[in-house]
């Protein structure tokens, strides 16, 4: 039991402190329902909304006290930290084995605090080429514009990595597997590269997940989520979160993200922490039935190729294997007769939506080259792999025979 308060008899406040003693030994599943929970004096079992923007103090002396140096339970404003946010950020960084977190409005305010946090006029970052589009658009475009010169390469070949490092190196940013052709990168290989140029290695690890893959154990120094991804996984927030050293969290994104104003809502971090207590069965589900899919699916007719971390036919599949327990909730397909055969394809499925979002439990389907990869040119796009009939499936909840028959037909049609 939980220490008591001698006057009321309701549990002392933070619970989770004494909570937090014992939960290094937590294994993941019980960290993702249990760690960093906060109960008020009223002993709610589910975690409460504090939809507060603000605090107030007893005192004057109080006010100026929290300003001075706020306690682990004393918030000044919802934009610097609100108790449901918190909770959020302690799970995540409890499941992580980050020192500390902080959340976010959305994945890119997330990527945008973590990188321009980390950064000043006169830097330069490395960056694998293969990324988001919000994620290239801020790296490629937005550095520069503030002085910031960046070294793009092929994020699998290290020896890129190696040439491309210098003495003013401050950052290497990956995405842990790319969108949409799923490439793996390795993570301990770039972190030794970017350590030894005494750069920091964040990592985007959106499709990765924080279940399949201990980024921060293979040599990453942050770790940048879309908690609208699989997090939430029910396709209803947004939200982000920037996990690491406790010194980088506090001392240098804390003060750019409080000051500029991409705070996560209170009301979204609840659904993204009621999201984590199941983040591990949906991962594990979907991605279960991803490798059915991959399986059955690859060497079909209609089928020019088919992308899978875990399939024998995977050119980094031996380094997934080493670096993922799964490969993740997301397979490629590239169907033959390109984008007519792809549109042929998206327009006969019944149960697979036609999306861009992922990790949803709903299984999304995209056609990268005329939406999410629509901006880059034809020759961008063949260099990242992104064939016109190219289709990135994200798996959900659904029975795995029903997606196959969903999938099989609609190939019959292509
Ligand atoms: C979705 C996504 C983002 C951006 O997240 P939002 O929550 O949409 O802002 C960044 N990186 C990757 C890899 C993503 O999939």
Known sequence: MPPTCSQCGGFLLPPHKWRDAMSDNWKPKTKLVHAGSRRSQYGEVSEAIYL???FVYDTAEAAEARFVKSGDDEFIYAR???????????RIAALEGAE?????ASGMAAVNGAVFSALKAGDHVVSAKALFGSCLYIIETLLPRFGVEVSFVDGTDLNQWRAAVRP???????EALSNPTLEVIDIAGVADIA?????????DNVFATPIF???LALGADVVIYSATKHIDGQGRCLGGVVLGQRDFIRNVLEPYLKHTGGALSPFNAWVMLKGLETLDLRCHAQAD???????TLEGHAKLARTIYPALASHPQQALAARQMEKAGTVLSLDIKGGQAGAFRFLNALRIILISNNLGDTKSLVTHPATTTHQRLTGEQRAGLGITDGLVRV?????????????????????
Not at 168 to 174: A, E, H, P, S, V
Not at 195 to 203: E, N, R
Not at 394 to 414: C, F, H, P, T, Y
């Open 52 to 54: 507060t923007q603000g």
């Open 80 to 90: 610097y930290g609100n108790p449901t946010v918190r909770m959020f950020e302690e």
């Open 100 to 104: 500390d977190a902080f959340a976010t």
């Open 168 to 174: 003013d190196t401050k950052l290497c940013f990956l």
């Open 195 to 203: 350590h030894a140029a005494g750069a920091l290695l964040m990592v």
């Open 213 to 215: 893959q201990r980024t």
């Open 289 to 295: 039935t991803a490798l059915v899919l991959a399986e």
């Open 394 to 414: 994200s798996v959900g909840l659904e029975d795995v025979d029903d997606l196959l028959a969903d999938i099989q037909n609609a190939l019959a049609q292509v």
